[in-house]
């Protein structure tokens, strides 16, 4: 019997890309953050070294990428971890989208997940043929909650928790026995400060236990590795040699080049801070045309996008910038709750940031 799941939404989207293509100057897409910047060298070196991969890679990850992984949550989310603790994946989606059926979640059980979020919470879900319930607050989780996502900061609208946050949510899910995983991908693109933004498995938030606590984190958007797909979770021993004996049985192997080159890309904070400043200076420049040409921004602290609104259907919101040749993504992909917001992403060349600041000066002056 086949998956019963949604359409994929970005198949609705594409009338406006092609209405965009056909602006005299080309289209400028801002509706996916996939990034655009070239991956560091130092990465693509490590990865070059590493080709000669005759053998089987190990599903768990290398020794050294391991302890790479532990001594990078030690340094940049102040969390002291062990090789037990963490588990490289291919890419951060799958892991999302698999996790329910990896945890042997069905019928009865609930998965939580933002009621602004990441269609993947919702897909992995159906996947494993449990409910999904978009719920913002802990005291209305069922008590048949199985598993938690948070995602913070949040994609599409760049909410993040704070300590406190965190620490009510991950003392509900303990009153639950649910597993609570924060989806944390965006953690160094912090707008609000020089810092990350927290960690889920900060002993502020879980105090002197993991026990059913994960860390998800990717390498696609710090590092410019979307490609690579180089993620990994981390967190409670337990849940975590539960997901590497499922994984060894499905042949989920981190390819052995990739591990290479994530751990040169964890050691080298460099790459961050400049791909950081990057984004911050598209933002800043995006930010101040969207909101001159009549936009609200809400939320969006941290992460790729802006959370936008100019108080109208979000589909007209699409049209009227398509006509100007820049492409953008409803609210309604991600809620229900938010039919006026559109996503901007900051994933576009230094040269397409200017060309859309431009193009929206247009929209301010009708």
Request: net charge negative; proline share 7%; aromatic share 6%.
């Amino acid at each position: 019997m086949p998956l019963e799941l949604p359409d994929f939404p970005w198949d609705t989207l594409v009338p406006y890309g092609d209405r965009a293509r056909r602006h005299p100057r080309g289209i400028i897409d801002l509706s996916v953050g996939s990034p655009v910047d070239e991956t560091p060298s130092i990465i693509r070196d490590a990865l070059a070294r590493a080709t000669d991969a005759h053998s089987y890679p190990l599903t768990a990850g290398s020794v050294p990428l391991r302890e790479a992984i532990v001594e990078w949550y030690g340094r940049r989310r102040r969390v002291t971890l062990g090789v037990a603790n963490v588990l490289p994946t291919i890419g951060s989606k799958e892991l999302i989208a698999l996790l329910p059926l990896m945890l042997g979640l069905g019928p009865d059980d609930v998965v939580v997940f933002p009621t602004v979020a990441y269609p993947t919470y919702a897909i992995g879900a159906a996947i494993a043929g449990a409910q999904a319930l978009p719920c913002d607050d802990p005291a209305e989780w069922p008590a048949n909650t199985r598993l938690v996502w948070l995602n913070s900061p949040g994609n599409p609208d760049g909410g993040v928790l704070d300590l406190e946050a965190l620490r009510v949510r991950v003392a509900r899910a303990r009153e639950l026995g649910a597993v609570i995983v924060n989806d944390e991908c965006y953690a160094e693109l912090n707008w609000a400060g020089d810092e990350p933004t927290p960690c889920i498995l900060d002993p502020r938030v879980v105090g002197d236990s993991r026990h059913l606590v994960l860390s998800v984190y990717s390498l696609s958007k710090q590092s410019n590795l979307a490609g690579y797909r180089a993620a990994f979770v981390a967190g409670c021993s337990e849940l975590i040699a539960e997901l590497l004996a499922v994984r060894k049985h499905a042949g989920l192997l981190p390819p052995a080049p990739v591990q290479s080159a994530m751990i040169a890309a964890l050691a080298d904070e460099e790459h961050v801070s400049v791909q950081r400043e990057r984004y911050r200076a598209r933002r800043v420049a995006l930010a101040a045309a969207v909101t001159a040409a009549g936009f609200r921004i809400d939320h969006s602290v941290a992460g790729l996008y802006l959370w936008a609104t100019r108080g109208e259907d979000a589909w007209l919101t699409v049209e009227a910038l398509a006509e100007l040749g820049i492409l953008v993504v409803p609210g309604s992909f991600y809620t229900a709750d938010a039919p006026q917001h559109v996503r901007i992403a900051l994933t576009a060349s230094d040269a397409d940031i200017a060309e859309a600041v431009e193009r929206l000066s247009q929209l301010a002056t009708r």
